[in-house]
């Protein structure tokens, strides 16, 4: 009995490159809205997670900082409710 044939390398490349999205693209369905939390300023710091879906990478940095900034101010302060 003989083995199957092994795809050589080159086809398998050509699949995985195929496959592969420019480092720009975004799925459409990535982020979907975050639940409510209850407090304001949390809920409004993850709003700006819809932003990330529509920038391109080098852009997305910012925002995420910023949503760490902001949530990271709410937990230094949590008996303060916005």
């Known amino acids: 009995m003989s083995d199957p ?3 050589s390398h080159e086809d ?3 699949a995985v490159a195929s496959e592969t999205l420019p480092s720009d ?3 459409s369905d990535a982020v979907s809205p ?3 939390t209850g407090d304001p300023r949390v809920d409004d710091a993850l ?3 819809a932003e990330v ?3 391109p ?3 997305q940095v910012a ?4 949503i760490h900034r902001r949530l990271a101010a709410v937990l230094a302060d949590p008996e303060s409710r916005g």
């Open 5 to 7: 044939p092994v795809p």
């Open 12 to 14: 398998s490349s050509e």
């Open 25 to 27: 693209a975004v799925p």
């Open 34 to 36: 975050p639940p409510a």
């Open 47 to 49: 709003s700006r997670l």
């Open 53 to 55: 879906e529509v920038l």
């Open 57 to 59: 990478r080098a852009e």
């Open 63 to 66: 925002v995420y900082t910023d």
